[in-house]
């Protein structure tokens, strides 16, 4: 492997973050519990600045570390949303932490530490890159999980979540192998031009069944079903501050990841993959929105909403075409922002000794404080994909992919779910505005005036991309090379 300075600079944002993140973590030691806020201000500052780095590069796509390392539009925008989401999600945990005397530099620090592993994870060239940023994320993820080490829930949460996560990574790492064996290299680049001309060859069953093992460990990472027996249990045994970060910016890097295995390494296997996609996705979308409709805690209703959104986004993944690569980061990051909104409305109305998990608890929301109920008439609404705000486009553009692809028939399915899945969101929306609160006293909102003002732009901003979402899709097709 050769090594150049300009490689280093290409890895100025990494750098960057990681440095900061060490810093933080040395700081962080001598900062005593009262002025826990210096390293809140100070993670919050590194990953803006971060962002600025990627933002402010002008270099074209290339490579470094002799291919290890990807650099190009599809990295950047994924970067830039995973690192903004992350920001949010700092700024919506901080009184919930406080409250449950959970504030504490731990979090900050696995959470910076599990971006940086998202960052590496969409750059990533080689199979080794890969799995480096996986496991850096799904490590910090499991210790953030029982963050709260006092309760049971959070404990038997992460146990489940290792141990099942550790057997994805070995499933992944199992088909990495293989790959490995039928190519003889682990450079993604290297494998696509191998693949591209594998069928016929001895190879093709070796690699075809790598490809199994490559899709099985997507699924799980994305939740996906039949993969997604971990998902519920994680996101209601976890304490809220850490299921809206493990629900949302990990989601747009396992898209990152899913593009550089199939697209960049496997394309030539796309006959393949295209149909084990196809089924994820029918299984995703049945699973997720039958079961979430006989849910009474929001928080695990939102888990099971969550493998439905993940049936659509495979919808773009099965396209196997720039355009349908578009859509799919499109679904990715407009479905960040509203689960973001989600269970920052749930972080909103809990307080110290009241989680606010359960759908009653929204009972007479409108009654109690009408603008909060409205973001959240927003937030669910669009989820549910209701014309004409923000959910409903991302929706559009995957199902408009699955049909160019030749999958009309997994469009139709997708569809009828969509209208079976609007049923939970909109029982959400009858209990705030149509049921009787408990308690008619006005809402007792958080100290934090920083939670109710992003609060209410990420509620309005769903309400903005409406109108707004071009330069997003743009952006997106743009960084694809679609047309």
């Known amino acids: 492997m050769t090594f150049n300075f300009h490689d280093l600079v290409l890895l100025m944002p ?29 993670s919050l500052t590194t990953l803006l600045v971060t962002i600025g780095l990627i933002l402010i590069d002008v270099d074209p796509a290339t490579v470094a570390f002799n291919g290890m390392y990807i650099h190009d539009g599809v990295a ?56 480096l940023g996986l496991e850096l994320l ?14 049971r829930v959070s404990s038997e949460a992460a146990i489940k979540y290792f141990v099942l996560g550790a057997l994805a990574s070995g499933l992944l790492l199992y088909g990495m192998s293989m790959i490995y064996g039928a190519t003889g290299t682990l450079d993604l680049s ?45 996101y209601e045994g976890s304490p ?20 550089r295995l199939l697209e960049d390494g496997l394309a030539g296997m796309q006959p393949h993959w295209h149909a084990m996609l196809g089924l994820l996705a029918v299984l ?30 495979l919808l773009g993944l099965a396209n196997g075409t720039p355009l349908g690569y578009a859509a799919a980061m499109f679904y990715a990051i407009a479905y960040a922002i509203m689960t973001t909104a989600a269970f920052g409305a749930i972080l909103l109305l809990a307080r110290a000794g009241f989680e606010a998990e359960e759908i009653d608890d929204f009972r007479g929301l ?25 959910g409903f486009f991302s929706k559009l553009l995957v199902l408009k992919a699955a049909i160019d692809a030749n999958m009309l028939w997994l469009a139709i399915v997708a569809i009828v779910f969509a209208i079976v899945g609007a049923f939970y969101y909109l029982r959400v929306i009858k209990v ?41 899709i743009s952006w997106c097709y743009a960084a694809m090379g679609a047309h």
Request: proline content about 5%.
């Open 284 to 313: 995703s979308l049945g699973i997720g929105n039958l079961f979430a409709i006989a849910q009474t805690n929001l928080k695990r209703m939102l888990a099971y909403s969550t493998i439905s959104h993940v049936g659509f986004l």
């Open 138 to 151: 799904t490590l910090s993820s499991y210790a953030l999980v029982a963050l709260n080490r006092d309760s």
């Open 76 to 131: 950047a925008i994924l970067k830039v949303f995973i690192l903004a989401v992350v920001a949010a999600v700092f700024v919506y945990a901080r009184s919930y932490l406080r409250d449950r005397n959970l504030f504490v530099g731990e979090f900050y620090l696995l959470c910076l530490f599990a971006s940086l592993g998202m960052m590496i994870l969409v750059s990533a060239g080689n199979l080794v890159t890969v799995y």
């Open 240 to 259: 809220t501050a850490v299921t809206i970060f493990i629900g949302s910016a990990p989601k747009i890097a396992a898209f990152g990841m899913a593009y």
């Open 190 to 234: 290297k494998i696509h031009a191998v693949a591209s001309i594998a069928s016929g060859s001895p190879h093709e069953l070796l690699l075809a069944f790598g490809v199994v093992f490559i899709v099985v460990g997507i699924g799980f990472k994305f939740g996906a079903a039949p993969f997604h027996m971990w998902l519920p249990d994680v």
């Open 366 to 390: 409108n009654q109690r404080n009408p603008w909060y109920a409205f973001i959240m008439l927003l937030v669910m609404a669009s989820l549910a994909g209701i014309p004409p705000l923000f």
């Open 432 to 472: 705030m505005y149509f049921d009787a609160p408990a308690d008619k006293s006005p809402l007792q909102l958080p100290a934090d005036l920083e939670l109710r003002w992003l609060l209410s732009a990420n509620g309005i901003a769903l309400l903005v991309l409406c109108v707004g979402w071009g330069p997003l």
């Open 14 to 42: 990494e750098d960057f973050l990681l440095g900061a993140t060490c810093a933080i973590l040395l700081i962080d030691l001598f900062i005593k519990p009262s002025r826990r806020d210096i390293t809140h201000w100070l």
